[in-house]
């Protein structure tokens, strides 16, 4: 769809078939077109956008001409420019051939030499050859070409500044000599006057140079001098303000940092301060805020606070109506207030005492030097004099109680993150001390020490192993007797022995039951396997055939 204008007229069968393809492209079954750097391009976009004018059709799907050309300004920056004056290397020592036949340079012809033309040429006398220029190859662009400022260099702006120092020398200089000449001719009227006061008898002024008349020279003066920022005719008395002083510096150029204060162009007011580092005192603009909280300002916004509370408790009081009204009774409600509080304090003191606490020494005295000599060593030990004494709080310090030897919270205790006694490692208030015993409790009460316990604990003795495997052995389901079973000889005897004696006694199987489930209950179990087998042997059995069979040697027992 994008290359359909470089195709031409498409047949019947061929726009058929494109208009199926962009159908599928659409519905996601056929794979999206993709354009000469192998991007796809969305099928859904329109053919207005897709599809190439003919002066930039490439015959192939393509968006490229719908994104902007890379254009490589480099060329356009104003850095940009020829380097003036530089030469390249040293000059030569004689006339090479093809230079200037005026100063030698090899860069130029004598009719583009910017020398001063000589009487007699570089090419004649080999003296004084210029070295040869760098000539630079300076491609610029559209914007770079028509720029007016292109290759400035600002240190020739150093210039202006100078020539405008150079007029307001003149200027004041002659701005001077008006002043003396007006001063020497109004001097000269004013002692004409005084002779001819002489002439007529009047008395003279004694202290004549030093009166009235010099003050008022001296006004006229200051009148005829123009004020910073505003020009002053004393003939017509016209003030003409000027736009700007030229020695002021804008608000918003003090501080060009974005993140500095806010500066409110509607208002042209910023209210902190441009520079946060620099003093109040000593800045140039210190923000509105300075200004605002700064000479009688506080004042005004104090009788304004009063005017409206004094209106708030029903007073017939407004700053604006009637300001003097306002600040007299502001003033005769600051000295009652005074007035009270003396008072007040007056008879509080009167009535509970305690007058000579308020009485303090003064800070010079405190903090003043004294005549004790006192000399420490490398270590901070007194070595001479007499230690300076420690200043000490108003709480108890150093009272051990219960046997402690440490205050509480000498120490603390990271496991439990809590204070408690040096002593005794006792986290408890006012417990009491262990001492030595106290800091092993702790340590063994750790969730280290008992880990470590329960470690040692879980490794079993050959004993201990015994002893749970016959309790294992109580509390299978596996029989005692059953399965492979291993006897021991002496063990069997003894059993056999006990058994007849048992039976010998007369002793029931209740008996044997009975101290049986005596000892499961103890933990332990008194059949073993030989005491089985013994029982077995020894019981009657009526099918035995050879059980009435009796033999005088003991056969069980040798």
């Known amino acids: 769809m994008a290359s359909s204008s470089a195709v031409g007229k498409l047949s019947r069968e061929e726009f058929r078939r494109q208009k199926d393809l962009d159908a599928a492209r659409k519905a996601g079954t056929a794979p999206a ?51 003036r004056g530089a030469k390249a290397g040293p000059a030569a020592k004689k006339y090479r051939k093809g230079a200037c036949e005026n100063c030698g340079a090899m860069t130029h012809k004598k009719q583009d030499c910017l020398e001063r033309p000589r009487k007699k040429g570089a090419k004649f006398t080999n003296k004084n050859i210029q070295a040869d220029e760098i000539i630079h190859d300076v491609a ?26 150079a007029v307001e020398a003149a200027r004041q200089k002659l701005r001077e000599e008006e002043i003396d000449n007006q001063t020497t001719t109004d001097l000269a009227a ?18 004549f ?32 303000r000027n736009l700007r002083i030229r020695e002021d510096t804008a608000k918003y150029l003090i501080n060009l940092d974005p993140e500095s204060a806010y500066y409110d162009p509607k208002t042209r007011s910023m209210r902190d301060a441009p520079m946060k580092n620099v003093p109040a005192e000593e800045a140039k603009f210190a923000g509105d805020n300075f200004f605002r909280f700064s000479g009688e300002a506080p004042e005004v916004q104090e009788l304004q606070l009063f005017a409206w509370q004094a209106a708030a408790r029903g007073n017939d009081v407004h700053l604006n109506a009637n300001p003097t009204q306002g600040q007299l009774l502001h003033h005769e409600f600051k000295e009652k207030k005074e007035m009270m509080k003396d008072v007040n304090k007056v008879s509080i003191l009167a009535k509970y005492g305690g007058e000579e606490y308020l009485e303090h020494v003064p800070r010079e005295l405190i903090n003043g030097q ?15 004099g007499k230690e300076r004494a420690k200043t000490r709080s108003k709480y108890p310090e150093d009272v051990y109680v219960n046997n402690h030897t440490y205050v509480w919270g000498s120490w603390y205790d990271l496991s439990s993150s809590a204070w408690g006694y040096a002593c005794c490692h006792s986290t408890i208030h006012i417990s009491y001390c262990a001492g030595e015993a106290g800091k092993e409790a702790t340590q063994a009460s750790t969730a280290q020490a008992l880990l470590a316990s329960s470690q040692a604990q879980s490794e079993p003795s050959a004993q201990d192993n015994e002893v749970r495997a016959r309790i294992d052995q ?4 596996k029989r005692v007797g059953e399965g492979d079973v291993s006897l021991d000889k002496d063990r069997l005897a003894e059993a056999i022995s006990e058994e007849k004696k048992r039976k010998v006694r007369g002793d029931k199987d209740d008996d044997r039951s009975s101290k049986k489930i005596k000892g499961l209950q103890s933990g332990s179990h008194d059949v073993t396997e030989e005491e089985l087998e013994a029982y077995r042997m020894t019981r009657r059995n009526a099918e035995d055939p050879m059980a009435n069979y009796v033999d005088s040697e003991d056969v069980y027992t040798r």
Do not use: C
Request: proline share 5%; charged share 40%.
């Open 33 to 83: 077109a993709l354009d000469e750097e192998g991007r796809p391009i969305n099928p859904h976009i329109p053919q207005y956008i897709s599809q190439a004018p003919w002066y930039l059709d490439t015959g192939a799907p393509s968006l490229s001409h719908q994104r902007r050309p890379f254009d490589d300004r480099s060329a356009d920056k104003l850095d940009n420019w020829y380097d």
């Open 140 to 165: 610029t662009g559209f914007d770079a070409k028509r720029d007016r400022w292109n290759g400035y260099d600002p240190a020739e702006h150093k210039k202006i500044y100078e020539e405008y120092e």
């Open 209 to 240: 140079g030093s009166s009235d008349e010099e003050d008022a020279d001296d006004d006229k003066y200051a009148d005829a001098a123009d004020a910073v920022g505003q020009k002053l005719d004393t003939k017509t008395r016209i003030t003409v």
């Open 370 to 384: 004294t005549e004790n000599y006192v000399e420490y060593s490398r270590t901070g030990h007194v070595i001479k």
């Open 190 to 207: 004013v002692r004409k006057l005084a002779k001819a006061g002489k002439k007529e008898g009047k008395e003279a002024d004694p202290d």
């Open 474 to 477: 109580n509390y299978s389901k």
